[in-house]
């Protein structure tokens, strides 16, 4: 549909609803603002388009694959997006393995509703170009170029108002709707799936950008990048100056080296145990790195704290005193989680990634602050400290979700930093997979042989 025969979706905005009454073609009859599924604006419904997508089939013990499926029309408040890259990020390895059987609810819960199971469409968000709106999406237009991050940012709910876009609720309200059928007539479920030649994402879950990183950087924004550098910059993020500990140099531990460099802190000491991830801090901006597998936990807190504490120790004169414990880095920063598979390089000396959240605490002097983030400890895993020292040791603690960014603020920001030179996202790239080897993608993801890897979609 040209510009020469028919009104921009910007053009029904603008002129309200005459122009909406005369546009029912447009709109392929319905109604703009009708509640439910409606035609996409400008491009036409796409509903019935054919496309590739790596799916969890909806029977239990059966390998996820690639598919043919069958585009069904977008919701009103829905985008649809043509793929360009998908990262493969480790927390989604589980696609692994077989399709698991149904969640039995427990005695007294709602059954699931009735009906076939649905597939899924597998991924971690992605970046890509809008193809389609909904007839109520104000945030994005066709032909921009958008990230969808695992985390929305609607900016109205009482979450995002309060600067904790991070835990936005009118996303999480969404329902999760088929986006597409299989071959069959089984319903595709499509959230987040950014494995696939399109994707369909909520509004709340795009960002607009006007960058010219290339695809395969961009889509790490959706998930690592963001979370790293969120470690460093937002919330409570890293003062100029400062010594900062990274405890994990994956692809998100290497952002957060990146964000502490831009903040400008004097020292950033990576803990990591793979070599060449080693190598890549240093690449990227860390002072010191360390290899936790070369000694005990304890001579690693003796090592850190050595490093952070400087020749002059009179408190009176502006240090923390004559006593060495109480020397530490100023800001913690935890990236490392729990391993899903037994990696093919170089393992940490704790699996369960406890280890890490425990060092945290304990290396953090009195005025320190601990971010985490990693994720996959077991659901009995603990750590442990002094009541008094929870209650009062003076030690501030910051978790996740997300690392507290506001991702519709935030991305684009970051994202400026590729352009601008300031944040080496080349370097974080490792291997890239066509749809085709998405196993492969996530095969190489969970064994660790390279620091990242992503699903790109040539000629897209």
Request: charge should be positive.
């Amino acid at each position: 549909m040209s510009s020469d025969d028919s009104m921009s979706r910007r053009e029904v905005l603008r002129h309200g609803a005459s122009a909406v009454a005369g546009g029912a073609a447009l709109l392929g009859g319905a109604s703009a603002f009708a509640r439910g599924q409606a035609p996409a604006i400008l491009t036409g419904t796409q509903a019935g388009r054919k496309f590739r997508a790596f799916l969890t089939p909806p029977v239990t013990g059966e390998l996820r694959r690639v598919e043919t499926i069958t585009l069904r029309n977008i919701d009103m408040h829905q985008v649809l997006i043509r793929t360009q890259a998908a990262q493969a990020c480790y927390t989604i390895t589980n696609l692994l393995a077989p399709t698991p059987a149904p969640v039995v609810p427990p005695a007294g819960a709602a059954a699931p509703p009735p009906g076939p199971r649905a597939a899924a469409i597998g991924g971690h968000g992605a970046v890509g170009i809008v193809e389609a709106v909904g007839s109520a999406v104000r945030r994005v237009a066709v032909g921009d170029r958008v990230v969808v991050p695992v985390t929305a940012n609607c900016g109205q709910c009482r979450n995002c108002l309060r600067g904790r876009g991070d835990w936005c609720t009118a996303a999480a309200g969404r329902p999760v709707l088929p986006v597409a059928d299989m071959a069959n007539g089984t319903p595709v479920n499509g959230n987040l799936g950014g494995f696939s030649e399109l994707m369909v994402a909520w509004e709340e879950q795009t960002v607009p950008l006007d960058v010219a990183a290339s695809a395969e950087e961009l889509s790490l924004l959706s998930c690592v990048m963001t979370t790293g550098l969120g470690l460093a910059t937002r919330r409570m993020p890293v003062e100029a100056g400062s010594d900062v500990l990274i405890l994990g140099a994956g692809p998100l531990g290497l952002s957060a080296v990146q964000g502490a460099r831009i903040q400008g802190a004097a020292q950033i000491i990576v803990v990591e145990p793979v070599p060449y991830r080693r190598d890549l801090a240093k690449k990227v901006g860390a002072t010191t790195v360390l290899d936790p597998n070369a000694m005990n936990i304890n001579d690693l807190m003796a090592k850190i704290r050595e490093l952070c504490t400087p020749k002059l120790t009179r408190s009176f004169a502006g240090a923390r005193g004559p006593n060495r414990n109480a020397y530490g880095p100023d800001f913690v920063l935890e990236a490392v989680g729990g391993d899903l598979f037994p990696p093919k390089v170089p393992a940490g000396p704790d699996p369960t990634g406890v280890q890490p959240l425990q060092l945290a605490w304990n290396i953090c002097p009195t005025g320190g602050i601990i971010r985490t983030c990693g994720v996959g400890q077991g659901p009995n895993a603990t750590i442990t400290f002094p009541a008094g020292q929870w209650s009062n040791a003076g030690k501030t603690h910051l978790p996740g979700n997300f690392a507290g960014v506001n991702t519709f603020r935030d991305v684009p920001i970051f994202a400026r930093f590729i352009d601008t030179k300031q944040f080496d996202a080349k370097s974080l790239v490792g291997q890239t997979y066509p749809i085709e080897k998405a196993r492969e993608a996530l095969q190489a993801a969970a064994d660790r042989t390279t620091i990242s890897t992503v699903v790109t979609f040539p000629n897209r």
